[in-house]
């Protein structure tokens, strides 16, 4: 698998993460989060996955995302078995 790492520095995380998204191509992003500073990468993002496991999230994750699942192996799987996440989305 390539993968890259990329690390967040000094403010405005919210901002540097919807950037990245955008870098990489939006269309081409799944993102996932719980907070505050993952509203705008999970907007910018094909799919933006909100996350409730343990901590919970906050309602702006929940209107930002595109799906909400309860835990990270819910939201991994949902890639794993695209059928899942085709059902979640049709409308």
Request: overall charge negative; glycine content about 8%.
């Amino acid at each position: 698998m390539n993968c890259e790492l990329h690390v967040l520095d000094g403010e405005y995380h919210d901002l540097q993460k919807e950037e990245f998204v955008e870098k990489l191509g939006a269309i081409h992003v799944v993102a996932y989060g719980n907070g505050n500073n993952d509203r705008k990468m999970l907007r910018a993002a094909r799919v933006g996955i909100a996350v409730t496991e343990g901590e919970g999230c906050s309602v702006d994750i929940l209107m930002a995302a595109t799906v909400h699942v309860t835990s990270i192996n819910a939201g991994l799987d949902l890639l794993i078995n695209p059928m899942r996440l085709k059902a979640t989305l049709r409308y």
